[in-house]
């Protein structure tokens, strides 16, 4: 794009241009913009531009804003990018079409069953614990082999891996660790990149960037 006008316009361009050095095709990568805590009212301009694949970190939140959003602007593919609860596991099934946060066995147990109600199989991305930071969401490193197993065995379409690397630290190691990860375990999908690094996630073999702030301005909550 020339002259990008809007923040869409300029996100894509900057796909555009990262896809272009790393010698990727466009069409590899999703753009996922994450609109949490965003209204109805400051998503709709991004419908308009065609945009359709949009992020929520929380169910209820995601059942409040979309359906007549959905109903309003037919082929939009909701992803689900924050950590989920067991007890949420139908509500996730039921509205969104991509998991990003698969990180432990109970999990895989709770969507199983989900899916299975629903008669419905929910491509997700299992989260991985890329920084092995205690605090944060993920399944640990050496547990990986473990919960894809499992995942295999109940049914769930692994779509591939997702992480978000430690704050405040340059991500490309955790990136370049989540690639080959996927690559040993022959998965196609690398939920990675934000905001402030998604064209260096694109570097580094990511299919899905998840970009909240740099279309919709910064959240207030
Ligand atoms: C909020 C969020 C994002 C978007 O972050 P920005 O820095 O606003 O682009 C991406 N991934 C996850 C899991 C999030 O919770």
Redesign the pocket.
């Known amino acids: 794009m020339e002259n990008p006008e809007t923040p869409l316009e300029q996100v894509r361009a900057n796909i555009a241009k990262a896809c272009k050095v790393a010698r990727r095709e466009p069409d590899d990568v999703t753009l996922v913009a994450?609109s949490?805590t965003h209204p109805a009212e400051a998503i709709e301009p991004l419908l308009r531009q065609r945009q359709r694949a949009f992020?929520e970190?929380r169910v209820q939140e995601a059942q409040a804003k979309w359906p007549a959003l959905l109903e309003a602007y037919p082929g939009v593919e909701l992803h689900l990018?924050?950590q989920l609860q067991s007890n949420k596991a139908d509500d996730a099934v039921a509205l969104f079409d991509v998991i990003?946060s698969l990180d432990r066995p109970s999990l895989v147990k709770a969507l199983a069953r989900a899916m299975n109600r629903a008669g419905k199989r929910v491509p997700c991305f299992v989260q991985v614990n890329i920084g092995s930071e205690e605090q944060k969401g993920g399944c640990p490193i050496g547990e990986l082999p473990q919960l894809l197993k499992r995942a295999d065995e109940a049914d769930i379409p692994v779509a591939g891996l997702m992480c978000?690397p430690p704050l405040e630290i340059e991500p490309t190691p955790f990136f370049a660790l989540l690639d080959k990860l996927a690559r040993d375990h022959g998965l196609d999908g690398r939920s990675m990149g934000?905001?402030?690094d998604y064209e260096t996630a694109i570097m580094l073999g990511a299919t899905h960037v998840?970009?909240?702030?740099?279309l919709f301005g910064t959240?207030s909550t």
Do not use: L, W, Y
């Open positions: 994450v949490k992020g970190n990018v924050g990003h978000i934000m905001s402030s998840r970009v909240g702030t740099a959240r």
